[in-house]
């Protein structure tokens, strides 16, 4: 996972720390000043602050020997827990579940998703190496997913409060529990959420033009290979999706999204075979595709929002126009950082393109084929 992000406005900064401010009363105030005393200062987005503060809040909780236990126990069970479904035993903490619920709701409002998106937040080991030493006596870190991937230092946080710098590229010897948003289940949120506002401005309409031989041609993906530099360990799998873009029938813009869950390391051959164009969806025998990543903090009403006031404007000129550069640039530059992230683009996309075709970008390469996808 490699990849360059995005950030929010200054309305979700102002969520972020009201955020802030909720989850770090739950601390002592003597922990709560060691944390501070030690905590990074640099600018972070909503939603990696929220999750930082659930990080201290959820670390402070671990002094309890007997729900430390069924932290330990529930991590070891599974990859990653619901960190909504694990605070809401009886024996949690007093204030620890009602913190969780209440960061759960900032975080679907700083993603623009609706209030129903339900628990996001998950609890997850930094590696699966760590379950070796998530012994009984073990004291294990808490840490959030947050940070450039071109960090050195994550920070991390013990049941004192107390602040400790750990390297972003190597994972510790110590067990580690990162707290990040469940990204999987907020893209799949997020993109029919992003689906429904580009309908609605007339970017995504039905097509106008039904097929009278019992089907329709696509382009398939029949293997997909990213390439990237080192991520910190604790950022966990890439959530890659793509924006297919063209001309529809009704002469303006139209823009697909693909979700390709799927797409979870760099260095890594992945055969999908998923249809990446539906072919009779579009006016011209070309289209485009930008493949982004979200690190979590993507907010998807933003970028609705953004896609459709700068496509919105492009104007069809009875030929296929380039729409990559359009698409990129209605990301504000002040989101590459650690959301969602360019990952690479392809050009010129046809109903006949086929064989091996790298991204403009040089990161990634994709197998596709044409397919014909019949009725039934």
């Known amino acids: 996972m490699q990849f360059t992000a995005t950030r929010r406005g200054a309305a979700a900064l102002a969520l972020c720390a009201a955020s802030a401010l909720a989850l ?3 601390l002592s105030p003597a922990a709560h000043a060691s944390a501070s005393a030690t905590a990074p200062t640099a600018h972070k987005s909503p939603v990696s602050t929220i999750e930082t503060n659930v990080a201290r809040t959820f670390a402070a909780s671990l002094s309890s020997t007997s729900w430390s236990a069924q932290v330990r126990t529930a991590a070891l069970g599974s990859k990653e827990v ?4 694990l605070t809401s035993q009886e024996s949690v903490p007093a204030g620890l579940n009602s913190a969780v619920s209440g960061a759960d709701r900032m975080i679907a409002a700083a993603k623009g998703l609706g209030s129903d998106a339900g628990s996001l937040l998950r609890l997850r080991l930094g590696t699966q190496d760590m379950r ?10 808490v840490a959030a997913a947050v940070g450039d991937d071109s960090a050195a230092t994550v920070t991390a946080y013990d049941s004192a ?7 972003a590229r190597n994972a510790p010897d110590r067990p580690v529990y990162v707290i990040d948003v469940d990204v999987n289940k907020a893209m799949s949120e997020g993109l029919a959420q992003v689906d429904k506002s580009l309908t609605k401005a007339g970017l995504s309409s039905p097509n106008l033009v039904q097929p009278n031989d019992g089907g329709f041609w696509s382009t ?17 799998d890439a959530e890659i999706f793509s924006i297919v873009s063209g001309f529809g029938f009704d002469g303006k813009v139209r823009v697909d999204t693909v979700d390709m869950p799927y797409l979870d390391n760099d260095h890594h051959t992945y055969y999908p075979n998923q249809l990446l164009v539906n072919w009779s969806n ?3 025998n070309t289209a485009d595709v930008v493949m982004m990543e979200d690190d979590g903090d993507t907010n998807y009403s933003t970028l609705a929002k953004a896609l459709a006031d700068a496509l919105l404007t492009i104007t069809d000129q009875g030929a ?24 690479d683009s392809w050009y010129a996309l046809t109903e006949n393109s086929s064989g091996t075709l790298y991204g403009a970008r040089g990161n990634g390469q994709m197998t596709v084929e044409p397919y014909w996808v019949s009725a039934l």
């Open 24 to 26: 770090q009363g739950l």
């Open 82 to 85: 619901s960190l909504g479904a």
């Open 132 to 141: 070796a030493g998530l012994t009984p006596s073990a004291s294990p870190l």
């Open 161 to 167: 409060g107390r602040a400790h710098t750990l390297s």
């Open 220 to 236: 398939k993906v029949d293997s997909v290979y990213l390439n990237n530099d080192e991520e910190p360990w604790l950022l966990g």
């Open 282 to 284: 579009y006016k011209y």
């Open 320 to 343: 296929y126009v380039p729409l990559v550069d359009a698409i990129l640039a209605a990301i504000p530059s002040a989101w590459y950082t650690n959301d969602a992230d360019y990952v």
